[in-house]
């Protein structure tokens, strides 16, 4: 059973103009995927790749021009909004925008629970300080502000405004880019833990082809906003088909090499 | 009494305490502030502080000189007027007037201001561009001119004149509003909200509306200076309060006639305004620049 499915996504971008023909600046898809529970799907592409508009369609802040969303065989659209917004949460690119700066941490946290859940107060507090604890963090950071935190808590934060609803979906949008190795390494780990516990699926968009193969068991590479090559990630790391993909994968291997040599 | 804290603990200011924190160290501004205070007690207070009753006329103390003067007595402590009012009094009296009278018209000018801007910031298309370019070609013209056209066709008073002023400190809060709100609403932690499942109202009520205060202390405080400015120039132009009021604008009028006998009762007036209109820009540049060094950390 697939949690998520998708077929035959389009959008197009048109300029808007009251005198002349708008004309399509970019076009994206179709794209067809679908991710099961637990199981990680990866988008690598280049800049300008459609990557977060993919990302951006999924979550719906876009609306597609064509094609279709399935949850658990129920087609998302703009009647069922609430369901979306349970079920898929996003991670941003860069946390720290994407943290209001004059809300403490938990009342950015409880935002989500008061929209979404009937629960209480008491109750709202509670799952605010449990999840807090799953990614790490300690109970007293729900009165701390934005500024007060270092990248790596940022991203973790980010990561519990994603849990706290009880998703089946996360979809992130180069969640790993802003952060340090070290740092890095934890996120993955914390994300890739958090997964086997709870059964999430997992779409994440990335440069980093090392953390990709490390992580996802299918990768989707786009170029031009169209799917260039798609499979098991072992598949498309060992025995590339495409040209595009082959150049990516030979530049990785070069990198590790190279990094290989130096030692 | 512990003295040492035996625990490292690091101190997180919030950002309002952050910012208070960048005032303190600003000292000519932290003057400005207990000035400010000091006109705060005194339109409250205005009553208890105040020795005679303002208009109270004693026909034999006619233009006495203030307290320091050789000819001056301590019944009367800043003298009296031509027609023999104490002018401590009157200035007390014009004090809570003018500065009280002014608050109040920031505050309504405030909420409508802030009001219309959200409806203009949050909305696109024809209603959001009419109301903005209207304002905006209002604004262009200083809020006194305004003031006396609006006067002009409802009559001269005190009343008038508050309605005039209110109306004309609109738009500039509503111009700081719609632009705060179109720059917040571009920002990534709206869309995050809008993920959240949140309604147009709920994401100015609870995103944008918590980063705003600062902004409107800012802009209140410069539409407070204004107020009382064109508040005082209209009751020296004999189109706001009139003159048996002690508004600080009439009392200079009612002062010229008698300027080179008894300067006093120019000057003191007067002198109260310019402490007023000091202290609360000082007050606004002090909060500006705290609050970009508290940007720039």
């Known amino acids: 059973m697939d949690l998520i499915n998708v077929e035959a996504l389009t959008f197009q971008n048109r300029t808007k103009s009251m005198w002349s023909k708008s004309k399509v600046t970019f076009d994206l898809g179709p794209v067809s995927f679908n991710v099961k529970s637990g199981e990680t799907l990866a988008i690598v592409g280049n800049n300008s790749s459609g990557k977060s508009l993919l990302a951006k369609l999924l979550v719906g802040l876009e609306t597609p021009k064509s094609g279709k969303i399935f949850m658990n065989g129920v087609e998302l659209n703009k009647s069922n909004i609430s369901v979306r917004c349970h079920d898929i949460r996003m991670i941003f690119q860069n946390s720290n925008d994407s943290l209001n700066p004059g809300l403490t941490l938990g009342s950015i946290l409880e935002e989500p629970l008061r929209l979404n859940t009937k629960l209480n107060g008491q109750q709202r507090r509670s799952l605010i300080e449990q999840t807090l604890r799953q990614v790490g963090l300690m109970a007293e950071h729900q009165f701390f502000y934005r500024h007060m935190l270092s990248d790596g808590q940022r991203q973790r934060i980010a990561l519990a405004r994603a849990l706290i609803l009880n998703p089946k979906v996360i979809v992130a949008d180069e969640p790993f880019a802003a952060l340090d190795p070290s740092v890095r390494s934890q996120a993955v780990n914390l994300l890739m833990k958090l997964q086997r516990d709870l059964g999430l699926g997992f779409i994440f968009i990335s440069h980093n082809l090392g953390i990709v193969r490390h992580i996802s068991d299918k990768v989707i590479i786009m170029k031009d906003g169209k799917v260039v090559e798609s499979g098991k990630t072992d598949a498309i790391f060992n025995w590339p088909k495409n040209e595009y993909t082959k150049k990516l994968v030979d530049s990785h291997q070069a990198l590790i090499n190279g990094q290989n040599n130096q030692r | ?297």
């Open chain 2, 1 to 297: 009494m512990q003295q040492s804290s035996l625990y490292q603990e690091e101190h997180h200011p919030s950002p309002l305490q952050y910012t208070w924190m960048e005032f303190k160290n600003n000292h000519i501004a932290v003057a400005g502030l207990f000035c400010f205070a000091f006109f705060l007690i005194i339109t409250v207070f205005c009553p208890l502080l105040a020795p005679f009753d303002p208009n109270m006329q004693q026909t034999g103390d006619l233009m006495i000189p203030p307290a320091w003067d050789p000819n001056g007595g301590i019944s009367h402590v800043f003298g009296t007027d031509a027609l023999g009012r104490d002018l401590l009094s009157r200035i007390i009296y014009g004090c809570r007037m003018t500065f009280g009278i002014s608050l109040l018209l920031v505050i309504v000018a405030m909420l409508l201001g802030v009001g219309l801007g959200a409806l203009a910031g949050m909305s696109r298309g024809f209603r959001s561009s009419f109301l903005n370019h209207t304002l905006d070609s209002i604004q262009a013209i200083p809020t006194l001119l305004i003031a006396i056209i609006i006067i002009a066709i409802l009559g001269p008073g005190l009343v008038n004149s508050m309605w005039a002023i209110a109306l004309a400190l609109i738009p500039q809060f509503m111009h700081q509003t719609r632009d705060f709100v179109r720059h917040e609403l571009s920002k990534e932690y709206i869309m995050a909200a809008k993920l959240d499942g949140a309604s147009k109202t709920h994401i100015f009520a609870h995103s944008i509306l918590p980063n705003m205060g600062e902004m409107l202390v800012v802009q209140a405080t410069l539409a407070l200076s204004i107020s009382i400015l064109d508040i005082s120039a209209l009751g020296f132009l004999k189109l706001g309060a009139q003159a048996p009021s002690s508004e600080l604008g009439a009392m200079l009028l009612e002062g010229i006639d008698v300027a080179y006998i008894a300067p006093w009762t120019i000057a003191l007036p007067g002198g109260a305004l310019f402490m007023m209109i000091i202290s609360i820009n000082l007050v606004g540049d002090g909060l500006r620049s705290a609050l970009r060094n508290r940007l720039l950390h």
